[in-house]
């Protein structure tokens, strides 16, 4: 992970797991907790600890154990009955974090509460309230604030979330139209397909409280929202700001039109009336195609930039897929480096763009200002991005 870039590792702490029996709570063999968040630093990784006491996670009972959900009281809520137990989880916890935290020079940047709670803001200050008072701290403290999510104004980061595919829906309904738009950059924060979909009332972003993601699935790329979550150093991120760029030398490069697009495939949607991606069958015979010979003695790091238009682009050298794309009005980038060499060279590289059933509004997603363009497939201009640099300072 930390070979990837990951610098920071965020783990569910689940109470079921750890507290089967009540009274009798376990931080032995796999379930050591305070040596998890030891290895975190000693190999330079801080660590986010999602405390719960609801945790979903796929995990039983969201990770309440059996012996709370017998007793008389609602769990989720303010519940005297509820938050006692949780209280000595909460404690439990600090005991084994104790001297961990960022204050010590400790891995715990941020500390998650609750998962997936949508309309209790009071309920997620007792929350953060009962570990604070337990001794847990932390620069951050973060609540999930997808779906519409209400939180306590200025206490909780909210975290948002992205799915490139939605596991959870039935297996015929199709791909739903909102993960498609994981693929793009917007300013949409809210994955209204997260969890239990979109709910109205959302109060999660206030003056000093910015928003970033967790989690976003691979595949898709970040989403960026503007704003640092504060202007000055806090020690927990180091902040940077692009002062300016060169985007290098651009040289056209030669089109070969091999086969123009047929019509335009009809939309499949399931149950729920949601688009699925275009079948294989009509890259081959449907798309347009074309063909870009890639000549030698190009520097490392080339892009080969696309102006182009339709509703799906696929990239293949020979037989070979090595890069696709959904058109969102914007340029198309390919590095050149991920490449297979050879076989560039002698077969070079060709372009399927597919066009999109100009029907199909609203069940494949299109930027708003690139949906006119969407139904014609096309690539329009290429050119070689050579010497691409990046001049950044710290900030």
């Given at each position: 992970?930390?070979?990837?870039?990951?610098?920071?590792?965020?783990?569910?702490l689940?109470?079921?797991?750890?507290?089967?029996i009540?009274?009798?709570?376990?931080?032995?063999?796999?379930?050591?907790?305070?040596?998890?968040?030891?290895?975190?630093?000693?190999?330079?990784?801080?660590?986010?600890?999602?405390?719960g006491?609801?945790?979903?996670?796929?995990?039983?009972?969201?990770?309440?154990?059996?012996?709370?959900?017998?007793?008389?009281?609602?769990?989720?809520?303010?519940?005297?009955?509820?938050?006692?137990?949780?209280?000595?989880?909460?404690?439990?916890?600090?005991?084994?974090?104790?001297?961990?935290?960022?204050?010590?020079?400790?891995?715990?940047?941020?500390?998650?509460?609750?998962?997936?709670?949508?309309?209790?803001?009071?309920?997620?200050?007792?929350?953060?309230?009962?570990?604070?008072?337990?001794?847990?701290?932390?620069?951050?403290?973060?609540?999930?604030?997808?779906?519409?999510?209400?939180?306590?104004?200025?206490?909780?980061?909210?975290?948002?979330?992205?799915?490139?595919?939605?596991?959870?829906?039935?297996?015929?309904?199709?791909?739903?139209?909102?993960?498609?738009?994981?693929?793009?950059?917007?300013?949409?924060?809210?994955?209204?397909?997260?969890?239990?979909?979109?709910?109205?009332?959302?109060?999660?972003?206030?003056?000093?409280?910015?928003?970033?993601?967790?989690?976003?699935?691979?595949?898709?790329?970040?989403?960026?929202?503007?704003?640092?979550?504060?202007?000055?150093?806090?020690?927990v991120?180091?902040?940077?700001?692009?002062?300016?760029?060169?985007?290098?030398?651009?040289?056209?490069?030669?089109?070969?039109?091999?086969?123009?697009?047929?019509?335009?495939?009809?939309?499949?949607?399931?149950?729920?009336?949601?688009?699925?991606?275009?079948?294989?069958k009509?890259?081959?015979?449907?798309?347009?195609?074309?063909?870009v010979?890639?000549?030698?003695?190009?520097?490392?790091?080339?892009?080969?930039?696309?102006?182009?238009?339709?509703?799906?682009?696929r990239?293949?050298?020979?037989?070979?897929?090595?890069?696709?794309?959904?058109?969102?009005?914007?340029?198309?980038?390919?590095?050149?480096?991920?490449?297979?060499?050879?076989?560039?060279?002698?077969?070079?590289?060709?372009?399927l763009?597919?066009?999109?059933?100009?029907?199909?509004?609203?069940?494949?997603?299109?930027p708003?200002?690139?949906?006119?363009?969407?139904?014609?497939?096309?690539?329009?201009?290429?050119?070689?991005?050579?010497?691409?640099?990046?001049?950044?300072?710290?900030g």
């Amino acid at each position: 992970m930390k070979a990837g870039g990951v610098t920071a590792v965020a783990s569910y702490l689940i109470w079921i797991h750890h507290e089967e029996i009540e009274g009798r709570v376990r931080f032995d063999g796999d379930h050591d907790l305070r040596r998890f968040a030891e290895l975190c630093a000693r190999h330079g990784l801080d660590f986010i600890p999602r405390i719960g006491p609801w945790s979903h996670a796929e995990v039983r009972n969201g990770g309440l154990p059996d012996w709370l959900l017998a007793r008389d009281c609602v769990p989720r809520t303010d519940d005297p009955g509820y938050l006692e137990p949780v209280r000595a989880w909460f404690a439990a916890i600090a005991e084994q974090l104790c001297g961990l935290d960022r204050t010590h020079g400790g891995p715990v940047v941020a500390i998650q509460i609750e998962n997936e709670l949508y309309d209790q803001p009071g309920h997620l200050l007792t929350l953060k309230r009962m570990p604070q008072e337990a001794g847990l701290s932390a620069p951050l403290w973060t609540a999930t604030a997808w779906g519409g999510v209400q939180l306590p104004p200025d206490e909780l980061l909210p975290l948002y979330g992205g799915y490139t595919e939605a596991f959870w829906t039935e297996a015929d309904g199709g791909w739903p139209d909102t993960c498609r738009k994981h693929f793009f950059f917007t300013r949409q924060r809210d994955d209204v397909w997260s969890s239990t979909g979109m709910r109205s009332g959302c109060t999660a972003r206030a003056p000093l409280c910015r928003s970033r993601c967790c989690p976003l699935r691979s595949g898709r790329r970040w989403w960026w929202t503007g704003q640092g979550v504060t202007e000055s150093a806090d020690r927990v991120f180091t902040r940077y700001a692009v002062a300016g760029g060169a985007e290098g030398v651009a040289t056209v490069v030669p089109l070969t039109l091999l086969c123009r697009a047929g019509p335009a495939p009809e939309t499949v949607t399931g149950v729920q009336g949601r688009a699925s991606a275009p079948a294989e069958k009509y890259f081959d015979s449907v798309a347009a195609e074309y063909r870009v010979d890639v000549p030698d003695g190009l520097p490392a790091g080339t892009l080969l930039r696309l102006r182009w238009s339709g509703d799906v682009g696929r990239a293949y050298v020979g037989d070979m897929l090595v890069a696709d794309q959904f058109f969102s009005g914007r340029v198309w980038d390919i590095g050149l480096d991920r490449l297979p060499v050879e076989a560039l060279r002698t077969e070079g590289l060709r372009l399927l763009p597919l066009p999109a059933d100009a029907d199909a509004d609203p069940a494949v997603y299109v930027p708003t200002e690139a949906k006119d363009g969407a139904t014609t497939a096309a690539v329009t201009h290429a050119e070689w991005i050579t010497g691409r640099v990046w001049r950044v300072r710290a900030g």
